[in-house]
């Protein structure tokens, strides 16, 4: 066990280091050609394709909050490259780890990011 001071040490170094990051998703269908063959439906983020980044860093706190404006399709969102330790359960993968996000009802992720897993160069 840590001496108290220690704990008081730490909790400061994350106030200082640490941030409170927020998204705000409206998950619905727009009009995209990702491919550049044809025009179609695509899900989309707060009207737009392609879809945002999610920037953070490790000790941060990351408070997205999804509001699924499919209409006819059910969805979650998957963290890839944040590793879930702990929260799995907010992970997005419907059926395994999370409940699918029906439409129209929204969903909160709220987890402290632990560790990232960086793309490896080529």
């Not at 550049?36 to 695509?42: I, S």
């Not at 408070?63 to 359960?89: A, E, K, M, R």
């Not at 993968?93 to 929204?106: A, D, L, R, S, Y």
Request: glycine share 8%.
């Amino acid at each position: 066990m840590l001496p108290p001071y220690l704990y008081l040490i730490l909790f400061l170094v994350c106030i200082v280091h640490c941030a409170l990051v927020k998204y705000n998703f409206n998950i619905t269908w727009v009009t995209t050609n990702p491919d550049e063959q044809f025009p179609r439906r695509t899900i989309g983020i707060n009207g737009a394709w392609p879809l945002p980044s999610i920037n953070v860093s490790v000790g941060d706190r990351l408070v997205v909050n999804v509001h699924n404006g499919l209409g006819d399709q059910s969805t979650s969102l998957h963290f890839h490259g944040i590793l879930q330790n702990g929260t799995s359960y907010m992970d997005g993968v419907p059926g395994t780890t999370q409940c699918e996000i029906k439409p129209g009802m929204n969903f909160t992720y709220d987890f402290v990011v632990s560790s990232l897993r960086l793309k490896e160069s080529m």
